[in-house]
């Protein structure tokens, strides 16, 4: 079935560092990709997501590319801030309505 | 204005006891969800309801049961409270039907802890 798999964490770094947050899925389909975060004590929120393969998807200095060759949709970010601590989640959306997300990682931003 | 909310935020209790939890959606979605999240920050969905339908249920313990007034609310009724139920329980809705794009938004949370 399908699934998402994310690097573990918790993942630290100091301010203005560059962020990398990998997550590779499986899918029979072609689903579409998310990425959410969850600030501490909140539920989730969307950060970005894209639909299709070699999409972009970008926000608040975050991006992901919908790369289908390496079934991969790492999260990036060129100069991280203390208030990104928060918990990252990638999840797949397949065709069939079916969600699913991966385990999480927690980044802690240190000034 | 609020398009995923539940109530109540926090929610302390003693085993044994029967409780529910509340959850309505502004956003006209066809499909709501509700998810467990543990210590680990590990989510797990429990249920999906589409349009009233019950289309997920993973295997969650039956003490554990959704119940759907009409599309824009799903509640979660829990009977004979345990000390492992204690957890982060999130409602999220989405459009529903055959589109591809099925994003996800998600409630506050209900903190449970179970004494």
């Known amino acids: 079935g399908d699934s998402v798999t994310q690097m573990e964490g918790p993942v630290t770094l100091s301010e203005e560092a560059f962020l990398t947050i990998n997550c590779t899925y499986t899918?029979?389909?072609?689903?579409?990709l998310f990425w959410y975060v969850q600030y501490p004590g909140e539920g989730l929120q969307l950060l970005l997501k894209a639909t299709k393969a070699d999409d972009k998807g970008s926000n608040k200095g975050f991006e992901a590319t919908y790369r289908k060759e390496t079934t991969s949709f790492h999260l990036e970010k060129g100069s991280v801030q203390v208030s990104d601590s928060a918990v990252y989640f990638c999840a797949l959306s397949d065709p069939g309505n079916q969600f699913y997300f991966g385990t999480g990682t927690s980044l802690t931003v240190i000034p | 204005d609020t398009a995923v909310s539940q109530t109540p935020k926090y929610l302390v209790t003693q085993m044994g006891n029967d409780k529910s939890i509340k959850c309505e959606q502004n956003?006209?979605?066809?499909?709501m969800y509700w998810y467990k999240q543990d210590s680990k920050k590990f989510l797990k969905i429990m249920f999906s309801y589409n349009n009233k339908e019950l289309i997920i249920n993973e295997t969650v313990p039956n003490r554990f049961s959704p119940k759907s007034p009409d599309k824009a609310h799903l509640n979660l009724h829990i009977n004979s409270l345990e000390l492992g139920d204690s957890a982060v329980y999130f409602c999220?809705?989405?459009?529903?039907?055959?589109?591809?794009?099925?994003?996800?938004?998600f409630g506050p949370g209900t903190r449970l802890l179970v004494l």
């Open positions: 956003l006209g979605h066809d499909t």
């Open positions: 999220a809705s989405s459009l529903g039907g055959s589109g591809v794009e099925e994003t996800q938004y």
């Open positions: 899918a029979t389909g072609y689903p579409s």
